[in-house]
């Protein structure tokens, strides 16, 4: 039991030491699937960075495209049906993209990790969980087994799973389900990589939980100086964390903001819309705004704004315009560093 | 057994009183239920038992919103199927308006379950693929016919279908043609269908789309006021289950850990665990992260199998002493606020309780 006083552990961006630039890059990226009822276009034109040390969260609805952008910047997408038509990433100023396969296998990994949403099925039920740590040396620093299964109780007892030594030898379905989750950021952190990509990595756990998950990774993220592309749909864990957020919609970029800018001011009516329509803890309301209407289906995005059917300002120019992702600056003017917003009226809805 | 359906009609008799708004619908006294653990493939023999609920009592009034909160595995489910009776209970008594709903059978206890309805958690898996959702939602009618006669229940469905929202026109479609929140509006409607008292909602909004959980919680509150329900909403969600609830009792490993208003349970809550699983909850506001107090447990909650001696949380508890682990506190008003006219003063399973302010205040 320990009591933590936030003040001390908000995560500042540093930059990284080796390298000028960003460290990830994601540019006019576009995804889509190829299937019997036609093409689906889950990603439309991504642009996002993240620095070393900095929080990057993804925030959307189930549909927006955040995970299917993850998986192309891992290199996980099944390809076919998805295809890749447009686009670059680049990882330390190189295309990733254009890599061959045993090049983006080095990086995979080694230089980026990823934590997966459910952990239960993400480990192998039939191997220890010693064994699948371990595996990480085995592969990539060609050590022996012993010597792996050293590596590995060093790591669990680094992500806080108490008598390591003894459990290296458990099965995954032996662990809570916490503690499953600190073997799978145990698993990113295994070859200290620069950038990782968490996927919804509390939604299966309870709160209580949740929270200890939390604390863990922006600690490990602080002592590695790490970059972390937090993909999430909980505005609550997002406000906790994160350094500045990209809200995703239709599988595109709605909203670009730095984390305390975002939730005093939304410059887009979807995440205006968001913020009002979730319950909080510490106030009691009547009744919530609701969006209404449903996420649009990816085999026919609505003509113009992808939004507009389900928007309160929607005008004509909505519906056959499609809005670039533009800065977004104060009344008088004057920049607001790192905001951006796709909306053809976010001066109404900044300002307004 | 004449003597047996005469006691069925009284039963179904008084299940049809009504009760006035306030009063005690349903009243749950030391509930429990232990799911025996056994050894051996022939010779069966009992080796322990998995105490999932272990002596929970409440009372859910007329009209009101009841939460229940708890993280997975305190048994907030195992209560909400004893109260459906989809699960016999090991001891312990639910009466439904003065009857013991967990000693009756045959025609008194389905006069009983005509009135009291579940919504469930997850609408991929709880609506039938195969069946349409006409016959979904009037599946109810095949069971109770007394509430529909045969030719008005295409007219009776589509009515319902209207009131949860959605076009009359879907009563031939199938499930899968349908989104996750429509999904859940026709769980809702067929739980509305038999015009039931007591609708006991198990997580109903936790498996949708924030946009979407905005909608559906809307519609159970209107619904809530036209039709006078009584709701026992079960949520892990505690923002879900403060916004909706009237009244929140916290659970922790087969027990109710602490009861009471929702302003008595966020704002003055007493019990450690309360406070902890409060502070722990990611509040959307960034600029609350930096003069936040957050309680970070350690560890998991322990098997139910073996639950601690002593208060089942003291493994967990900073505030843990000899007592804690030798004498079970009794769900009471704490000693030091009884009494008193203070939120404090509210049903607490602690031996310690003290307030503590946890939820910043604007």
Same mark, same amino acid.
């Given at each position: 039991?320990?009591?933590?006083?936030?003040?001390?552990?908000?995560?500042?961006?540093?930059?990284?030491? *080796?390298?000028?630039? =960003?460290?990830?890059?994601?540019?006019?990226?576009?995804?889509?699937?190829?299937?019997? *009822?036609?093409?689906?276009?889950?990603?439309?034109?991504?642009? #996002?960075?993240?620095?070393?040390?900095?929080?990057?969260?993804?925030?959307?609805?189930?549909?927006?495209?955040?995970?299917?952008?993850?998986?192309?910047?891992?290199?996980?997408?099944?390809?076919?049906?998805?295809?890749?038509?447009?686009?670059?990433?680049?990882?330390?100023?190189?295309?990733?993209?254009?890599?061959?396969?045993?090049?983006?296998?080095?990086?995979?990994?080694?230089?980026?990790?990823?934590?997966?949403?459910?952990?239960?099925?993400?480990?192998?039920?039939?191997?220890?969980?010693?064994?699948?740590?371990?595996?990480?040396?085995?592969?990539?620093?060609?050590?022996?087994?012993?010597?792996?299964?050293?590596?590995?109780?060093?790591?669990?007892?680094?992500?806080?799973?108490?008598?390591?030594?003894?459990?290296?030898?458990? +099965?995954?379905?032996?662990?809570?389900?916490?503690?499953?989750?600190?073997?799978?950021?145990?698993?990113?952190?295994?070859?200290? $990589?620069?950038?990782?990509?968490?996927?919804?990595?509390?939604?299966?756990?309870?709160?209580?939980?949740?929270?200890?998950?939390?604390?863990?990774?922006?600690?490990?993220?602080?002592? +590695?100086?790490?970059?972390?592309?937090?993909?999430?749909?909980?505005?609550?864990?997002?406000?906790?964390?994160?350094?500045?957020?990209?809200?995703?919609?239709?599988?595109?970029?709605?909203?670009?903001?730095?984390?305390?800018?975002?939730?005093?001011? $939304?410059?887009?009516? +979807?995440?205006?819309?968001?913020?009002?329509?979730?319950?909080?803890?510490?106030?009691?309301?009547?009744?919530?705004?609701?969006?209404?209407?449903?996420p649009p289906n990816l085999l026919r995005v609505p003509t113009g704004c992808a939004f507009n059917p389900r928007?309160?300002?929607?005008?004509?120019? %909505?519906?056959?315009?499609?809005?670039?992702?533009?800065?977004?600056?104060?009344?008088?003017?004057?920049?607001?560093?790192?905001?951006?917003?796709?909306?053809?009226?976010?001066?109404?809805?900044?300002?307004? | 057994?004449?003597?047996?359906s005469k006691n069925d009609e009284a039963v179904a008799a008084a299940v049809e009183a009504p009760v006035g708004?306030?009063?005690?619908?349903?009243?749950?006294?030391?509930?429990?239920?232990?799911?025996?653990?056994?050894?051996?493939?022939?010779?069966?023999?009992?080796?322990?038992?998995?105490?999932?609920?272990?002596?929970?009592?409440?009372?859910?009034?007329?009209?009101? /919103?009841?939460?229940?909160?708890?993280?997975?595995?305190?048994?907030?489910?195992?209560?909400?199927?004893?109260?459906?009776?989809?699960?016999?209970?090991?001891?312990?008594?639910?009466?439904?308006?003065?009857?013991?709903? /967990?000693?009756?059978?045959?025609?008194?206890?389905?006069?009983?379950?005509?009135?009291?309805?579940?919504?469930?958690?997850?609408?991929?898996?709880?609506?039938?693929?195969?069946?349409?959702?006409?016959?979904?939602?009037?599946?109810?009618?095949?069971?109770? =016919?007394?509430?529909?006669?045969?030719?008005?229940?295409?007219?009776?469905?589509?009515?319902?279908?209207?009131?949860?929202?959605?076009?009359?026109? +879907?009563?031939?479609?199938?499930?899968?043609?349908?989104?996750?929140?429509?999904?859940?509006?026709?769980?809702?409607?067929?739980?509305?269908?038999?015009?039931?008292?007591?609708?006991?909602?198990?997580?109903?909004?936790?498996?949708?789309?924030?946009?979407?959980?905005?909608?559906?919680?809307?519609?159970?509150?209107?619904?809530?006021?036209?039709?006078?329900?009584?709701?026992?909403?079960?949520?892990?969600?505690?923002?879900?289950?403060?916004?909706?609830?009237?009244?929140?009792?916290?659970? #922790?490993?087969?027990?109710?850990?602490?009861?009471?208003?929702?302003?008595?349970?966020?704002?003055? $809550?007493?019990?450690? #665990?309360?406070?902890?699983?409060?502070?722990?909850?990611?509040?959307?506001?960034?600029?609350?992260?930096?003069?936040?107090?957050?309680?970070?447990?350690?560890?998991?909650?322990?098997?139910?199998?073996?639950?601690?001696?002593? %208060?089942?949380?003291?493994?967990? %508890?900073?505030?843990?002493?000899?007592? %804690?682990?030798?004498?079970?506190?009794?769900?009471?008003?704490?000693?030091?606020?009884?009494?008193?006219?203070?939120?404090?003063?509210?049903?607490?399973?602690?031996?310690?309780?003290?307030?503590?302010?946890?939820?910043?205040?604007?």
């Open positions: 039991m320990t009591i933590i006083d936030n003040t001390a552990t908000v995560p500042s961006p540093r930059d990284g030491a *080796d390298h000028t630039g =960003p460290l990830l890059e994601v540019r006019d990226l576009h995804v889509e699937f190829h299937t019997r *009822d036609g093409v689906a276009k889950a990603v439309n034109g991504v642009n #996002y960075s993240v620095n070393a040390g900095e929080t990057l969260a993804v925030l959307g609805e189930s549909g927006s495209g955040k995970s299917v952008t993850a998986q192309a910047i891992m290199g996980i997408l099944d390809m076919p049906p998805g295809k890749i038509p447009q686009g670059e990433i680049l990882f330390r100023g190189q295309d990733m993209l254009k890599m061959a396969e045993e090049e983006r296998r080095k990086i995979r990994g080694r230089k980026i990790a990823m934590i997966f949403q459910d952990a239960l099925s993400s480990l192998n039920p039939v191997l220890s969980v010693g064994y699948q740590l371990g595996e990480m040396f085995r592969v990539h620093q060609g050590l022996s087994k012993k010597d792996a299964t050293v590596k590995a109780v060093e790591l669990m007892d680094k992500v806080k799973i108490p008598a390591a030594k003894a459990r290296v030898s458990d +099965y995954p379905h032996q662990f809570s389900g916490g503690m499953r989750q600190r073997i799978m950021i145990a698993m990113a952190l295994a070859l200290e $990589p620069d950038l990782i990509i968490a996927d919804e990595p509390t939604t299966a756990l309870d709160v209580t939980v949740q929270a200890q998950v939390m604390d863990l990774l922006a600690e490990l993220q602080q002592e +590695y100086n790490m970059g972390l592309i937090l993909i999430t749909h909980d505005l609550g864990v997002v406000a906790d964390v994160a350094d500045k957020i990209a809200v995703m919609y239709a599988g595109r970029i709605v909203e670009q903001a730095p984390v305390h800018e975002l939730y005093k001011r $939304p410059a887009h009516p +979807y995440t205006k819309g968001l913020l009002e329509s979730i319950p909080r803890l510490d106030q009691k309301g009547q009744e919530l705004y609701a969006i209404k209407g449903l928007c309160p300002k929607a005008d004509d120019i %909505c519906r056959t315009e499609i809005p670039a992702l533009v800065p977004v600056t104060e009344q008088d003017g004057a920049d607001l560093p790192g905001r951006t917003s796709a909306c053809h009226f976010w001066k109404e809805t900044i300002h307004g | 057994m004449a003597d047996l708004r306030g009063e005690p619908i349903l009243q749950v006294r030391n509930l429990k239920k232990h799911f025996p653990l056994t050894q051996g493939i022939v010779f069966k023999k009992q080796v322990g038992a998995v105490k999932a609920v272990d002596g929970v009592s409440f009372d859910l009034y007329q009209g009101e /919103t009841l939460g229940i909160v708890g993280e997975s595995g305190c048994g907030k489910s195992t209560v909400a199927k004893l109260l459906m009776n989809l699960e016999s209970a090991t001891a312990g008594e639910v009466f439904y308006k003065g009857q013991d709903i /967990t000693k009756l059978s045959g025609r008194a206890l389905k006069a009983v379950r005509r009135n009291i309805q579940m919504v469930f958690q997850d609408p991929y898996t709880s609506l039938n693929p195969r069946m349409t959702v006409g016959d979904i939602i009037g599946e109810p009618f095949d069971i109770h =016919p007394e509430v529909a006669p045969k030719g008005d229940r295409r007219r009776k469905v589509q009515e319902l279908l209207d009131v949860v929202g959605l076009n009359p026109e +879907y009563i031939n479609r199938y499930p899968h043609q349908f989104s996750g929140g429509q999904r859940q509006r026709i769980g809702i409607a067929r739980g509305l269908a038999l015009n039931p008292e007591i609708i006991i909602c198990d997580e109903p909004v936790s498996a949708l789309d924030v946009s979407v959980q905005a909608q559906v919680i809307n519609l159970m509150g209107k619904l809530q006021d036209e039709f006078n329900l009584s709701y026992l909403f079960i949520a892990h969600d505690l923002s879900i289950g403060r916004h909706i609830s009237d009244r929140v009792g916290v659970m #922790y490993l087969g027990k109710m850990a602490e009861i009471g208003t929702d302003e008595q349970i966020y704002e003055h $809550p007493t019990h450690p #665990y309360t406070q902890a699983l409060l502070s722990a909850v990611p509040v959307p506001d960034p600029e609350a992260r930096a003069h936040r107090e957050r309680i970070i447990l350690t560890g998991d909650v322990p098997s139910p199998a073996n639950p601690p001696s002593g %208060c089942s949380f003291r493994t967990r %508890c900073w505030k843990a002493q000899e007592k %804690c682990s030798q004498e079970t506190p009794l769900l009471a008003i704490p000693q030091r606020f009884d009494g008193l006219d203070t939120p404090a003063a509210h049903l607490s399973a602690c031996h310690f309780a003290e307030e503590k302010q946890v939820v910043p205040v604007h």
